[in-house]
């Protein structure tokens, strides 16, 4: 019976935010078209190549591989280690060096992506504290808000920006954190926050920090974009400022920005527990999570990202690669704020504060659906561009559009 079918009683649902609106650009026949959606890195001449480090590790495992068989349920040990060494490495340390509050407290699992990573983590906590709400910034990646919302629990908005746009409420942020229910988790974007592209300084990590830990508050520290804000060490501040109070909070780590591996699906999951023993079994429940999810995670990944990192060559060319990325990103910003000046589109000095790829232009619909079809530049909501897609051929054209959208 037709009233039976399980696609009876469901209307289809819109497209992805931010996927939904790349279908779009590549649909688009404009030759001029320019897309600033989507948040990947793009270099000058607009691609997303393949990094010289994975290829030469993609070689090596070519001649080395000898099976495809299952990787445990938390991953690949190897993967684990070197991930743990990258998340929490302390400043000016040498490699392979952990900050001392680690102290065997810290477990690690292999995911799909940073995305997965974030998802086991809602999961966790929706599974041993079903009455915890969790906490997003407003604005935020809108998948932390779907991922919240499809685990069943109620999510919460927090302040990101001050009123101008201009630089963090850390007000605001800590007076959520404090008025907080003691058990609820707090997802926190570690560097290059999205969309806004603003983050809390070192110093300012301390004090949400002591005021999460005060409150009891569980973060979920969202790390999508190590090394592309300050560096690879400065941007994992707000890791060191949590461990040093002591308390227990999760790391979702992705290896799709910084090694460029966006369809090989790397990320991992960092448990910190109040003890080793804490972190033991708080890993035992994740496991089970996983096992019922993805089982083990894919293994190809996680196995270029070990031979990067363990070969000391390969690990200071990609920290090379990654210089790059992070140079040219902060490049274009100052270039874009200069062409808006120029292109006399007002005062948009204030985007330079941000870091990372990520600049938030505050269009409304009608003004992003302006850029889309009268000047064929595709950003997503509010306006939040990609400046790694922005090149001095397309900056001059960009700056004049958004100049005539909020004339
Ligand atoms: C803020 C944020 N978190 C997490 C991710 C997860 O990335 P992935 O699942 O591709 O590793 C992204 C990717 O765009 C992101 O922007």
């Given at each position: 019976?037709?009233?039976?079918?399980?696609?009876?009683?469901?209307?289809?649902?819109p497209?992805?935010?931010?996927f939904?609106?790349?279908?779009?650009?590549?649909?688009?026949?404009?030759?001029?078209?320019?897309?600033?959606?989507?948040?990947?890195?793009?270099?000058?001449?607009?691609?997303?190549?393949?990094?010289?480090?994975?290829?030469?590790?993609e070689?090596?495992?070519?001649?080395?591989?000898?099976?495809?068989?299952?990787?445990?349920?938390?991953?690949?040990?190897?993967?684990?280690?070197?991930?743990?060494?990258?998340?929490?490495?302390?400043?000016?340390?040498?490699?392979?060096?952990?900050?001392?509050?680690?102290?065997?407290?810290?477990?690690?699992v292999?995911?799909?992506?940073?995305t997965?990573?974030?998802?086991?983590?809602?999961?966790?906590?929706?599974?041993?504290?079903?009455?915890?709400?969790?906490?997003?910034?407003?604005?935020?990646?809108?998948?932390?808000?779907?991922?919240?919302d499809?685990?069943?629990?109620?999510?919460?908005?927090?302040?990101?920006?001050?009123?101008?746009?201009?630089?963090?409420?850390?007000?605001?942020?800590?007076?959520?954190?404090?008025?907080?229910?003691?058990?609820?988790?707090?997802?926190?974007?570690?560097?290059?926050?999205?969309?806004?592209?603003?983050?809390?300084?070192?110093?300012?990590?301390?004090?949400?920090?002591?005021?999460?830990?005060?409150?009891?508050?569980?973060?979920?520290?969202?790390?999508?974009?190590?090394?592309?804000?300050?560096?690879?060490?400065?941007?994992?501040?707000?890791?060191?400022?949590?461990?040093?109070?002591?308390?227990?909070?999760?790391?979702?780590?992705?290896?799709?920005?910084?090694?460029?591996?966006?369809?090989?699906?790397?990320?991992?999951?960092?448990?910190?527990?109040?003890?080793?023993?804490?972190?033991?079994?708080?890993l035992?429940?994740?496991?089970?999570?996983?096992?019922?999810?993805?089982?083990?995670?894919?293994?190809?990944?996680?196995?270029i990202?070990?031979?990067?990192?363990?070969?000391?060559?390969?690990?200071?060319?990609?920290?090379?690669e990654?210089?790059?990325?992070?140079?040219?990103?902060?490049?274009?910003?100052?270039?874009?704020?200069?062409?808006?000046?120029?292109?006399?589109?007002?005062?948009?000095?204030?985007?330079?504060?941000?870091?990372?790829?990520?600049?938030?232009?505050?269009?409304?619909?009608?003004?992003?659906?302006?850029?889309?079809?009268?000047?064929?530049?595709?950003?997503?909501?509010?306006?939040?561009?990609?400046?790694?897609?922005?090149?001095s051929?397309?900056?001059?054209?960009?700056?004049?559009?958004?100049?005539?959208?909020?004339?």
């Open positions: 019976m037709a009233g039976s079918n399980l696609s009876a009683r469901v209307q289809a649902l497209g992805d935010p931010i939904g609106v790349v279908e779009r650009f590549k649909a688009d026949p404009r030759p001029n078209k320019v897309n600033l959606a989507q948040g990947v890195y793009m270099d000058e001449s607009g691609s997303t190549p393949i990094l010289g480090t994975v290829r030469e590790a070689r090596r495992l070519l001649a080395s591989s000898t099976t495809k068989v299952y990787k445990p349920i938390a991953g690949d040990p190897r993967y684990l280690e070197v991930m743990r060494a990258i998340l929490f490495r302390p400043a000016g340390a040498p490699w392979g060096d952990l900050e001392p509050a680690v102290s065997g407290r810290v477990e690690m292999q995911t799909p992506g940073g997965g990573a974030i998802r086991l983590a809602v999961e966790l906590v929706t599974h041993l504290r079903p009455e915890a709400e969790i906490w997003i910034s407003e604005p935020t990646w809108p998948n932390h808000r779907q991922i919240v499809e685990s069943g629990a109620v999510a919460r908005q927090h302040t990101w920006l001050s009123a101008d746009g201009a630089r963090l409420d850390i007000e605001g942020l800590l007076a959520a954190i404090d008025a907080a229910r003691p058990g609820d988790a707090m997802i926190l974007h570690a560097s290059c926050h999205n969309p806004t592209g603003i983050d809390p300084t070192p110093a300012q990590w301390s004090e949400i920090a002591a005021h999460a830990t005060a409150r009891g508050i569980l973060p979920i520290i969202d790390f999508a974009y190590q090394g592309f804000g300050d560096g690879l060490v400065e941007d994992a501040a707000a890791v060191r400022a949590f461990l040093q109070v002591g308390g227990e909070f999760l790391v979702a780590s992705s290896g799709s920005k910084n090694f460029a591996l966006y369809d090989e699906r790397i990320g991992a999951l960092a448990i910190v527990g109040a003890d080793a023993s804490a972190a033991t079994t708080l035992s429940h994740v496991k089970a999570l996983v096992r019922t999810a993805w089982s083990n995670p894919p293994a190809h990944g996680g196995e990202i070990v031979e990067i990192l363990s070969d000391p060559k390969l690990r200071a060319e990609w920290e090379l990654v210089t790059a990325m992070r140079t040219r990103i902060a490049d274009n910003r100052a270039a874009l704020v200069a062409a808006l000046a120029a292109a006399g589109a007002g005062d948009w000095s204030h985007l330079a504060n941000g870091r990372g790829m990520f600049a938030l232009l505050n269009l409304d619909d009608a003004q992003i659906a302006r850029l889309r079809d009268d000047h064929a530049v595709y950003v997503v909501a509010l306006g939040r561009l990609n400046v790694a897609g922005l090149t051929t397309n900056i001059p054209v960009v700056a004049k559009a958004i100049a005539a959208v909020v004339a």
